[in-house]
């Protein structure tokens, strides 16, 4: 064997094995249409070898014609192989030109059959033995067809698409596949076609060498593809180092955040996987091995979370603002679990959000505690309702519901001042304020009438104590708010049957009071008329003595506006007058002097005698005259009654005044019987009597009256028997201070 047939062999050999190699990868990897073209290139590479082997030793024109001829078979596979190569390796070069050649190729394939003995030659007409490297090899002589023409047309279209398609791919910047790939293919490509044409024509004598340029073209692809598979089994062994390495930092950082209660996720939000650290995986209950998406945590949590946790999701995608987010986990045993959520997103180029993750943690243990202190907030009797330092409602119990006619919904992240009256907002905000400088427990307003606004817009009087909370939230205030509109109700019901039992003290007393008046005016009266008739007689007589006269006018004067007054005191009396209103400096002593006048038929008719010990130069009271009267009249009053039994000479009162504690003091002690011990307090009451006429209402009202003064009355036994009732009300100057 020479060694031509060696190296051609050799030759075919090596193209073989490249193309089993790549065959057998294409096999492993389907997708991988480059290794099945390159499988082609060099098989059709190995047949070109065989068919120019067998063209060295054709014995005929004829035998060398037909192998010539089936030789070209290949060298179109091989062609096209190699323009489908470039398109889909290096994705370069302009289809058009890559169609037209391939066209063109596939027509000289067929004007080659069709043509005698090939596309190349007319004719071959002699064969010529040439001595060649120690073996003798054919060549052909003949006339050259014109049908290569089109064939170097081809070659051409061939150059100029993969010139092209290497300038593509330099441009790129992918210098190594634009040398290797383009350039062994222009390279050998045009060497192939210059040695055919330079035989053909005749202008060389020498055997087809073009396997050899084949060869380089199949070697240099080789190259580059084995260059590839190297590289990517370096990427892939750095890959591996890497997620190696990733999964390393996962389990540091999965032990570093369970170490604090942290639990990681992740969601790829493209492929709607979510990864769920162990820790994560237990907190929900699901398994170490359970394949996880959105629908599937979705369905853990509570359905009345569900909605919350979607809102959180959507705007964590759209802002990629962290949004925290409290909700419910249903356990598989169906326990209740109070997980803490947050998160961050990723976005691509295109503002698209392509990863979320972020930490679990587990809060039922707080959400427990917060729920147990609402459970206590919302059953506690007054209304209850926290606030933050900003001033917006945090909790609100049932009662506050009620109080103010909100729904809890309405309130909870609402501003307080909305339940507080229009006029008072100002106020309140810089309360608000000044308080959270100085938080602790007190009541609000101290002093001061409060009212909260209802949804109706109506006001309702209100107490208010504060009291400082530290929350998970900060520093809150727990407001308790306690409704005394009833309270306040009941004051006026109390200060209206006030009114109405002093009414009806004046009432029942108008039997009494009618005959003494009636006395009163007759006296008068009386007065008037002997004056008026000894004026009469006066003017009837000769001489008229004027200043005699001017006298008596002037008692009748006097005596009239006696009347007048007394009068005047009984419209009062019947008069349904409030408490207070005609309040004014009084002089005790001028209202004993006063009752005593009123008194004087009384005194009469029971047959009392009365003795006042006043002290001088007592400061005066601030009060209703007409009030403080009554009182004293009906402490007289009742003292007379109480001496009805007693003998005349016993039948004795003592009025006295003084100071005592800074108060002026009245007293009035009768010689009656005394008051056993147990009545001492009762006899204040309403309609407490042991009279059989009595109503019971007479010290009642006294008592009212006295308290309205701002004083005090009380009873007290004599050690010589009978009882004293002492009345005290605040001197003047006190009473001045107490009003400021
Ligand atoms: P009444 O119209 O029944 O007299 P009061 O309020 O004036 O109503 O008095 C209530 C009761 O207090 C009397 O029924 C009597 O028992 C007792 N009381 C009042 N004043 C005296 C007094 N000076 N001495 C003894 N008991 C008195």
Redesign the pocket.
Same mark, same amino acid.
């Given at each position: 064997m020479s060694w031509i047939t060696i190296v051609w062999s050799m030759n075919a050999a090596a193209c073989l094995t490249l193309a089993s190699i790549f065959f057998v990868a294409w096999c492993k990897q389907r997708e991988s249409w480059v290794h099945l073209i390159f499988s082609c290139i060099a098989l059709a590479a190995a047949a070109i070898a065989v068919f120019e082997l067998q063209l060295i030793h054709a014995d005929t024109p004829q035998e060398y014609g037909a192998i010539l001829r089936w030789r070209y078979v290949p060298v179109w596979a091989l062609v096209v192989s190699l323009v489908g190569f470039t398109r889909l390796y290096l994705r370069a070069g302009r289809s058009w030109l890559a169609w037209s050649a391939c066209g063109l190729k596939t027509l000289t394939l067929i004007l080659n059959f069709i043509s005698t003995p090939n596309v190349h030659y007319r004719e071959i007409t002699a064969l010529r033995q040439l001595s060649w490297g120690g073996e003798m090899a054919s060549v052909p002589l003949g006339t050259p067809n014109h049908w290569s023409l089109v064939n170097q047309v081809t070659l051409l279209l061939l150059l100029a698409f993969f010139i092209d398609a290497t300038i593509i791919v330099w441009r790129r910047g992918d210098r190594q596949r634009a040398l290797l790939v383009g350039g062994s293919i222009i390279f050998f490509g045009v060497i192939v076609a210059a040695q055919v044409m330079l035989v053909v024509w005749g202008v060389i004598q020498v055997p087809f060498v073009s396997s050899f340029a084949y060869l380089g073209i199949v070697a240099a692809l080789g190259y580059q593809l084995c260059d590839d598979t190297v590289r990517a089994a370096q990427l892939a062994r750095k890959l591996d180092a890497s997620q190696a390495a990733l999964l390393k930092t996962e389990r540091d950082l999965e032990i570093a955040a369970s170490a604090v209660g942290l639990a990681l996720w992740a969601w790829d939000v493209a492929h709607d996987e979510v990864w769920l650290s162990n820790q994560a995986r237990a907190l929900y209950g699901f398994s170490p091995s359970e394949k996880l998406n959105t629908q599937r945590i979705r369905r853990v949590v509570h359905p009345e979370d569900r909605e919350v946790v979607r809102k959180a999701v959507e705007n964590s995608l759209q802002t990629g603002a962290e949004n925290p987010a409290e909700y419910r986990v249903v356990l598989p045993d169906g326990r209740i679990r109070w997980v803490a959520r947050r998160s961050r997103t990723e976005f691509d180029s295109n503002g698209n959000a392509i990863w979320m993750h972020g930490v679990l943690f587990d809060v039922t243990e707080r959400r427990l505690a917060e729920e147990r202190f609402r459970l206590v907030v919302d059953a506690a009797p007054a209304a209850m309702i926290m606030a933050n330092k900003e001033g917006r409602m945090t909790l609100v119990n049932k009662r506050a519901e009620t109080l103010f006619g909100y729904k809890r919904d309405e309130l909870i992240g609402q501003p307080v001042e909305m339940l507080v009256p229009e006029r008072f907002r100002s106020h309140y905000v810089s309360f608000r304020e000044g308080y959270f400088g100085d938080a602790q427990a007190r009541p609000m307003g101290a002093g001061r009438e409060l009212f909260g606004q209802c949804k109706d817009g109506s006001e309702v009087p209100i107490e208010i104590g504060l009291n400082p909370v530290h929350t998970s939230e900060g520093l809150c205030v727990l407001a308790s708010i306690i409704d005394i509109s009833e309270r306040k109700q009941a004051e006026l019901e109390a200060a209206r049957q006030r009114h109405e039992l002093a009414h009806l003290l004046r009432v029942?007393m108008l039997g009494e009071l009618s005959g003494s008046l009636a006395h009163e005016l007759n006296q008068p009266l009386t007065a008037i008329l002997s004056n008026a008739q000894a004026a009469q007689k006066l003017l009837a007589g000769d001489a008229v003595d004027v200043s005699e006269l001017r006298e008596i006018l002037a008692e009748i004067v006097d005596e009239d506006k006696h009347a007048g007054e007394v009068i005047q005191r009984l419209r009062v009396l019947f008069r349904k007058g409030e408490v207070g209103h005609h309040f004014g400096n009084l002089d005790i002593s001028q209202i004993v002097q006063d009752v005593l006048k009123l008194m004087r038929n009384d005194l009469v008719i029971h047959d009392v005698t009365v003795q006042t010990e006043l002290a001088e130069n007592l400061p005066a009271v601030q009060g209703d005259r007409v009030e403080l009267q009554q009182v004293l009249l009906?402490?007289m009053?009742? !003292?007379c009654?109480?001496?009805a039994d007693c003998d005349s000479s016993e039948r004795q009162l003592l009025i006295t005044s003084g100071m005592e504690n800074g108060a002026v003091r009245v007293s *009035?002690t009768?010689r =009656? =019987?005394?008051?056993p011990e147990e %009545?001492m307090e %009762? *006899?204040?009451e309403?309609?407490?009597?042991?009279?059989a006429?009595?109503? =019971?209402? !007479?010290?009642? *009202?006294?008592h009212n009256i006295v308290k309205a003064h701002r004083g005090n009355i009380w *009873?007290t036994n004599n050690a010589e028997g !009978?009882?004293?009732?002492h009345f005290s009300l605040p001197a003047r100057s006190q009473a001045q201070k107490n009003n400021t």
């Open positions: 029942t009906n402490l009053l009742n !003292g009654e109480a001496m *009035v009768d =009656g =019987g005394s008051i %009545r %009762r *006899v204040f309403p309609f407490f009597t042991t009279k006429n009595g109503m =019971g209402l !007479g010290l009642s *009202v006294c *009873v !009978g009882a004293t009732f």
